[in-house]
């Protein structure tokens, strides 16, 4: 029997606001039992920038969970918790890797009842992190949006949130959009699969456009300095501090080190819903396709499993939302039915633009973390050069005005910075944006090379090999055939043709990462 395609409310995904609450989430718990956790959420930048933040969280008292009666309290008592956890363990140096009994143990129970690693999640930084300014107004306007928690009190770091919570908003509507696409497959109509597909596409690109407006509000300075180092988690953070991870004292005596990967976009349902409604598929790192597997001599242990970053992250979304997308997984049919009707150029063209507008999207966000990471490790490596050369045992430097706390710090910037999910972020990006074009069905597509097709869009050469087709800048679906970032395009040419352009000229570093990995 085929499984039903997946109900909404039975896994809290809403009609209206996608994977964002139906109701806009709680600006502080109702109870005055909880008003210590919320005195200490409200006022973390001044008690980071005091270095208070240690004693003020050693002194709170023992609270239980037992008086939050809502979804919403359960997970405005995530966020908050959550927050006090990361500053308790970067906040300072050095790192701290014991979490004290009155953090550890509510905050155990929380993430327990939500399904949802005890950490600070993108669930917490973005989806229940908001408050629409006027109730009245759109939640997709950033404009109309505002934070109600923050390490530092910088509009940059509330933008940086909302920006998501903005794309969130306003990428809802292609969730029912697409499960009825998928209806649509089922019997055979094609025409409303076309259709469906179509606005689909020019959603994601509205969406590319949302996108680039993080430049607006928020510093590429203050979020890899100021805001990133207090958003990482403790997973492969042994040269920030915390060689074992993180551990939550219960007082049971038989506690043990936990390492979480930090706050990333990846972890995005919507996101991921993107993916698994096209068909897109996602190899571990470094996986080419098609990639024979490895042979293994008789006598001698198989090699591990390769890291598969993107399906990791499945495990920090909150559990209804996770268990939406398995379900969704296992009757997801566009692609399969793309590739049964390749005779009917509108349903291959639709898809192909939804392919290519999901590119132009990753594409974007390259673009955008090659400035707010890439260029700002290179440049927090050379203050670190600086300082080191102007070091001497008699006149040693032990800090740095303006230098990042815990992970961006010391002898982790100089070796090379892990980003905050633990992850080598150049290489998982780029090749995350490849795979999203390896089911494409149209000629522009099928390309021998790279090189041929950067070629081709550049003399104007009609990508679709259908009748009545247009050339790429005139598209009926305007620019989705445009790429969005010089880099990249010239990425595509051999090495010996590359010159430096674009944002961030041509640059290889594939040994930093950070929050964001779409």
């Not at 809290?12 to 139906?22: D, H, W």
């Not at 697409?178 to 209806?183: G, V």
């Not at 192909?352 to 590119?359: G, I, V």
């Not at 352009?501 to 290889?508: H, I, K, S």
């Amino acid at each position: 029997m085929i499984p039903p395609i997946p109900s909404l409310e039975d896994y809290q995904v809403s009609p209206e606001n996608g994977f964002l609450p139906a109701e806009a989430p709680l600006s502080r718990l109702p109870d005055p039992y909880y008003e210590s956790w919320e005195e200490i959420a409200g006022d973390l930048h001044n008690l980071i920038t005091s270095k208070k933040i240690r004693r003020v969280v050693e002194d709170l008292p023992q609270l239980s969970t037992s008086r939050l009666r809502t979804e919403a309290e359960w997970r405005r008592a995530y966020l908050v918790l959550g927050f006090l956890v990361n500053s308790y363990v970067w906040g300072m140096e050095p790192a701290q890797e014991r979490v004290p009994k009155c953090l550890s143990i509510p905050f155990l129970k929380v993430s327990d009842h939500l399904d949802i690693p005890p950490v600070v999640t993108y669930a917490a930084c973005c989806l229940w992190n908001y408050k629409p300014i006027y109730p009245a107004g759109p939640i997709d306007l950033v404009e109309n949006l505002m934070t109600h928690v923050t390490f530092t009190g910088l509009m940059d770091e509330s933008w940086f949130y909302l920006i998501s919570v903005a794309i969130e908003a306003r990428g809802a509507p292609t969730i029912p959009l697409m499960l009825e696409a998928m209806k649509a497959a089922r019997q055979g109509d094609s025409l409303t699969v076309s259709e469906c597909l179509t606005m689909f596409a020019e959603r994601i690109m509205d969406l590319r456009e949302l996108l680039g407006r993080m430049t607006e509000q928020c510093t590429p300075h203050a979020f890899y300095f100021r805001i990133r180092p207090l958003l990482a988690g403790s997973k492969n953070m042994a040269e920030a501090g915390l060689p074992n991870g993180v551990l939550f004292e219960t007082g049971t005596g038989n506690e043990e080190y936990r390492q979480y990967a930090g706050g990333s976009n990846a972890q995005s349902s919507l996101i991921q819903f993107f993916d698994i409604a096209l068909g897109v598929q996602h190899r571990p790192t470094g996986v080419k396709k098609d990639e024979p597997p490895i042979k293994v001599d008789q006598g001698h242990a198989p090699p591990p499993p390769r890291h598969n970053f993107i399906e990791e992250m499945r495990s920090y979304m909150p559990g209804p939302h996770r268990r939406f997308l398995e379900h969704l997984a296992s009757v997801a049919n566009i692609r399969d039915y793309v590739e049964a009707n390749p005779e009917d150029p509108t349903l291959t063209t639709a898809y192909d633009e939804c392919l290519r507008a999901l590119s132009s999207f990753r594409d974007k966000h390259l673009q955008i973390v090659s400035r707010y990471i890439v260029i700002m490790s290179q440049e927090s490596k050379r203050r670190m050069s600086t300082v080191a050369a102007a070091t001497s045992p008699a006149n040693p430097v032990h800090d740095i005005p303006g230098n990042p706390l815990g992970l961006a710090k010391g002898e982790a910037a100089k070796k090379g910075l892990k980003g905050t999910g633990g992850t080598k972020l150049m290489p998982f990006l780029k090749q995350s944006r490849d795979e999203t074009m390896e089911p494409a069905t149209g000629a522009w597509s099928k390309t021998s090379s790279k090189f041929e097709s950067y070629q081709a869009r550049s003399r104007n050469i009609t990508p679709l090999s259908t009748p009545g087709s247009t050339p790429r800048s005139s598209s009926p679906i305007n620019g989705f055939a445009v790429r969005s970032c010089k880099v990249n395009d010239f990425e595509d040419m051999p090495t010996a043709s590359r010159i430096g352009v674009g944002m961030a000229g041509d640059w290889e570093n594939d040994d930093v990462g950070g929050l964001c990995h779409y």
